[in-house]
C-alpha cells in the first residue's frame, strides 16, 4: 500500500470552495502540506470597450493603494480608464465635431451675408 496523502485543512475554513483555493505541497522534510491560493483577480478594463488595460497590474482594490502612482496607471490622458484606441477615437471624434462647428459658422455667414 502506498504512503497515506491525505491532507487537512489548518485555518478555520474547511470547505473546497473558490475562496479557499489549496495546493499540496511536499516539504523539504518529507510531509505534505497545504499553501493557500489567492483568488485571480480581472484588474482594471476600458469602460469604453471592456478589454483588459495593458501596463496594469491584476490585483486586488486594497492592493493598488500600496503601489506607485507609474504602476497604477499610464502616463497618458484617461490612463488607467480607458485603453488607448478609445482615448484616440474620443480625440478625433472631438476634432471633427470643432471642425463641424466652424463649417456650421462660415455657412452662416455666407447666408447673412447674401
Do not use: W
Request: with cysteine.
Amino acid at each position: 500500500m502506498g504512503k497515506d496523502t491525505r491532507v487537512t485543512y489548518q485555518r478555520r475554513h474547511a470547505y473546497a470552495t473558490r475562496s479557499n483555493g489549496r495546493v499540496i505541497v511536499k516539504t523539504p522534510g518529507g510531509r505534505l502540506t497545504l499553501h493557500q491560493i489567492k483568488k485571480k483577480t480581472r484588474g482594471p478594463h476600458c469602460g469604453d470597450c471592456k478589454i483588459a488595460l495593458p501596463g496594469i497590474k491584476h490585483l486586488k482594490t486594497k492592493e493598488y493603494k500600496n503601489l506607485h502612482k507609474r504602476e497604477r496607471t499610464v502616463s497618458r490622458a484617461y490612463g488607467g480608464s480607458r485603453c488607448a484606441s478609445c482615448v484616440r477615437s474620443r480625440i478625433v471624434r472631438a476634432f471633427l465635431i470643432e471642425e463641424q462647428k466652424i463649417v456650421k459658422r462660415v455657412l452662416n455667414e455666407k447666408k447673412s451675408k447674401k
